[in-house]
């Protein structure tokens, strides 16, 4: 009996345990829909506090929300990355403040961090201490590279911007090299690469940037980063491509449950220890 439980219990963490297909150190995982499940919106600290303020990087819908979109369980991967990193005095940089659910998410969530959030709209102070807005054009390098020269080294950056496939790339090959070696860089949001899909065929009237055979998206982008190894993005100088190609150690996509905005996928880069 014990011998059957236990080939029960490693049939049941092979099945929970995220498939990886491996290039070098580049990874592709994909996470099974039973680990997020609508009946099982797990409990972490940070998804927990995602649902709290109604920030659809969440897993769950709190029942007083009126207006919502589907929940992108971005969270419980950030969980993953970021929990070590709760009691440090981390700085970290979010592009894209909205309606600005996820500032006091962030804030909660890392007692001693100093944040940074940009946006194309200028917003009040969001009376939070320690949370910082700046009114940033993300296709905008000088823009940028201000923000990164004042206000960097960053421990995380994460790009929940315009979701245009030039304002992603750009910002990546821009706010790159103020991110910390080993810290995190994570772009949300890449279902619009997929675009269109159901009724999704532009973002906020404009259409999208995406060229007839789609080798100019940020998911294509990703992907052929992850097998060879070489960034090659169409949207950035050969300079920036070999840049980000020598300081990234490991791209991950994470494929998450699609929703009715298509296939939901999550982008991270890992800045390489000494470079």
């Not at 500032?103 to 939070?128: C, E, N, T």
């Not at 700046?134 to 080294?153: A, N």
């Not at 821009?174 to 080993?182: E, K, R």
């Not at 899909?197 to 990703?222: H, K, P, V």
């Amino acid at each position: 009996m014990l011998n059957l439980a236990l080939k029960i219990l490693r049939k049941l963490q092979r099945m929970l345990t995220p498939k990886k297909r491996r290039t070098q150190n580049l990874t592709y995982r994909s996470y099974p829909l039973l680990a997020y499940s609508k009946d099982n919106c797990l409990s972490d600290e940070l998804s927990l506090l995602a649902n709290k303020w109604s920030t659809d990087k969440g897993t769950a819908i709190p029942e007083s929300v009126e207006r919502f979109g589907p929940r992108l369980f971005f969270t419980p991967i950030y969980e993953m990355f970021f929990s070590s990193m709760r009691d440090k005095a981390v700085c970290v940089l979010e592009i894209g403040i909205g309606g600005g659910q996820s500032l006091p998410m962030w804030r909660q969530y890392f007692s001693k961090a100093q944040i940074h959030a940009l946006d194309i709209v200028r917003y009040g102070d969001p009376q939070l201490p320690g949370v910082a807005l700046h009114q940033i054009d993300q296709t905008d390098r000088m823009q940028l590279m201000s923000v990164g020269t004042e206000f960097g080294p960053f421990d995380i950056i994460i790009d929940d911007g315009g979701h245009m496939m030039e304002q992603q790339q750009v910002s990546l090959g821009t706010l790159f090299s103020y991110l910390q070696p080993g810290g995190y860089y994570f772009i949300e949001d890449l279902h619009t690469s997929f675009w269109p899909f159901n009724s999704y065929t532009d973002l906020y009237g404009t259409a999208l940037d995406i060229n007839e055979d789609r080798t100019n998206t940020t998911y294509s982008m990703l992907m052929e980063f992850m097998k060879s190894g070489v960034c090659n993005s169409l949207y950035l100088s050969s300079e920036e491509n070999l840049s980000l190609s020598m300081m990234v150690d490991k791209v991950v996509v994470f494929d998450l449950p699609s929703t009715e905005y298509g296939p939901n996928r999550l982008g991270m880069l890992r800045r390489a220890q000494g470079r």
